[in-house]
Structure formats: structure tokens, C-alpha cells
């Protein structure tokens, strides 16, 4: 029998059968929100969980993807550093070693009342289960800093 259907927003014909069956778009999840946060940002570095202890991470059970995505939007304009660092866990869910790898460091573009976004790892996977996200103003006015992090896995 021929039918006809969309695939990718053209209209085709195919003839299915049960051995040719109708093509169907893999609709399983592959992304999941992982936080969504309002952080102050400060002249004190602090985590997007408004966390100062440096061992604590932002995210953890973070193993299964593959990159983050970080969006974000700014109500001031103040130059805000970023520092985004990961580490591996044991079965323990302790980390394998002392401290964090920095996978980026740098700064927010400019501009108040601004939407950005920033890939974790910047080139390349991840597969990290712990990321910590830190931020600090180096001037200007405290403000807010509303974020939401997805896990893309895959």
C-alpha cells in the first residue's frame, strides 16, 4: 500500500508493507533539565547555588551526559567572571582526586537585561558527574543572574 506523510516538513509517498514498515522519528528524550536558579552576583565568588564552599558542586549524577548547555539572562551590566570546573566521581560518589579540573574560565559579555549561553564542555564531551559554575562581579552593582542548565545526553 502507498501512503503518503511529512518527513522533515515534505510531503512524500511511500509504499509500506510489514516488512517496509511506515518510517517513524525517534521521539525519546535526549535532553533534561538539570537546575534552573536565581543567583545574586556578588564580589564574592560563589557557586550558581549561591554556594561558597569550593568543594561543593553546582550539579552531580551528571555522568550520563554528554555536554551541558548554560543559559542565561542578566539584569545588570557589571563585569562578571565565570569558572566552569568538572571532576569524576567514584562508585562512591566521592571524587576520584583533590580539587577540580577548569574546563573554562572567562567572562560574561556586557550588557544589562541580556541572554547568553555557554556549551560545557566548551569543545568536545564531558561525561563529568560533578560540574561546579562559579560567578563574581570584578565591578560595578550586585544583580541577578537567572540560570537554567540542560544535560544533553547522547
Known sequence: MTIEFSRDDQRTKETVSPSTPLPVRDTRRLVDTLLVAITT???TNRDLMENTNTETPTLDNCGQYR????FYFRTGNAATTYR????????????????????????LPPGANSWGR?????????????????????????????????????
Open 41 to 43: 552576583v556578588t564580589a
Open 67 to 70: 555536554k551541558l548547555i548554560w
Open 84 to 107: 566552569i570546573l568538572a571532576r569524576t566521581t567514584d562508585l562512591s560518589a566521592q571524587p576520584l582526586g583533590a580539587g577540580w579540573q577548569e574546563l573554562a574560565t572567562g567572562t
Open 118 to 154: 555557554i556549551e560545557i564542555p566548551t569543545t568536545g564531551d564531558g561525561y563529568y558527574d560533578q560540574y561546579r559554575i562559579e560567578v563574581y562581579r570584578t565591578d560595578g552593582s550586585n544583580y541577578t543572574l537567572t540560570s537554567k542548565l540542560i544535560g544533553v545526553r547522547g
